[in-house]
């Protein structure tokens, strides 16, 4: 089942080079948020690996601005856990703390987060390696523990994995 699942959302990806700049494979998901059955089939095979891999250990579902907005609260909801949202600075209201980082082929951003209380322990969804490092470090400040990071898609030539460690780092799908 597994196999088949996987396959369905592999089929689904597009890509486009040169975009946004040459050089860049541009790997898009909108297909897969399109049709109902890859969506179910990768929050699934996500959900699965999370249970398999921490069990009952993960208290949040960390969803990054934007990609983990649409998969964070689909991903928490399967297995039964709150969602927190990590923006981008400017985007929530009262206290907030921040971490800046740069993009693999443009200018950074910074980022902010609220609505954790201290120790929560979670995942991360699907931004790249900077903003992931950024999220990590934020939920760091906060104590939280991030057991790892998890992604619809590896960009392998980035070396997020490798940019993450010591957090383990999942993905469904690896490009070059």
Known sequence: MADSELQLVEQRIRSFPDFPTPGVVFRDISPVLKDPASFRAAIGLLARHLKATHGGRIDYIAGLDSRGFLFGPSLAQELGLGCVLIRKRGKLPGPTLWASYSLEYGKGLTWSTCCLQPRPTGDLT????????????????????????????????LKGREKLAPVPFFSLLQYE
């Open 126 to 157: 699907l931004p790249s390696p900077g903003t992931m490092n950024a999220a990590c470090e934020l939920l760091g400040r906060l104590q939280a523990e991030v057991l790892e990071c998890v992604s619809l898609v590896e960009l392998t030539s």
